[in-house]
């Protein structure tokens, strides 16, 4: 069964500071990748998303993630935070036999001014 | 462009009730996905319906069904409530054939 993993559960940093959400899936296909944020008191927004191709996606304000198959990772970076980025990153693995999106458990991030 | 609706945005029930939840799919998208998210987790895959039929089910029990209709919009329903179904359930619509899924806002479940 496909399963996806985030490492980091709780992340505090400082305006300006950078940042990288580790997410690792286990699944030997082939895969599509997103990466979701809940930002407080709204609903699921995609940030960004991995079909085939370049392995470095860039998202929606100024995120990126980079497909490494052979580590099986697909991680979430951004060289500056701002305050605004405050909100929960869920990593998902899609499961295209009929549009099952596995989830990780996510990572709550605090970014102070 | 109208986007995914869920109704109602809260609920409270009591056990061994009875609740029915609705998803409006966005403009032109076929397929609706349910997920429940319990309060600290990644969304679960409950099922999924796709022309009205259901096209897949995670690891739920019977007693949570669904419905798709003629216009694509769909309910959840889940009987027997537990208190262990106290959740966020949210209501994802696609297309067929394109693999990004719009989430809804989300049905606050509270079971006492």
């Known amino acids: 069964a496909q399963s996806v993993s985030q490492h980091n559960h709780h992340v505090i940093l400082s305006e300006a500071a950078s940042l990288e959400l580790g997410c690792n899936y286990s699944?030997?296909?082939?895969?599509?990748l997103f990466w979701y944020v809940q930002y407080p008191g709204q609903h699921l927004q995609l940030l960004l998303k991995y079909f085939s191709g370049d392995p470095l996606v860039k998202g929606i304000k100024g995120f990126e993630a980079e497909f490494i198959k052979s580590k099986f990772s697909f991680n979430l970076r951004k060289p500056s935070v701002q305050w605004s980025d405050t909100a929960e990153y869920f990593c998902?693995?899609?499961?295209?036999?009929?549009?099952?999106?596995?989830f990780g458990t996510g990572t709550r991030l605090l970014v102070s001014p | 462009e109208t986007g995914v609706t869920q109704s109602p945005t809260h609920l409270i029930k009591t056990r061994g009730q009875q609740v029915t939840l609705r998803c409006s799919s966005q403009?032109?998208?076929?397929?609706v996905s349910w997920y429940q998210q319990a309060l600290g987790q990644g969304p679960q895959f409950i099922f999924q319906y796709y022309r009205e039929e259901e096209n897949g089910r995670g690891n739920f029990p019977p007693r949570f069904s669904g419905l798709q209709f003629p216009n694509y919009s769909s309910e959840l329903n889940v009987n027997a409530l537990e208190l262990d179904d106290s959740a966020l359930y949210l209501c994802a619509s696609s297309a067929s054939g394109y693999n990004e899924q719009f989430f809804g806002p989300g049905t606050r479940l509270t079971v006492l």
């Open positions: 699944y030997g296909g082939t895969v599509n």
């Open positions: 403009s032109g998208h076929n397929t």
């Open positions: 998902a693995v899609l499961n295209t036999g009929f549009q099952k999106l596995v």
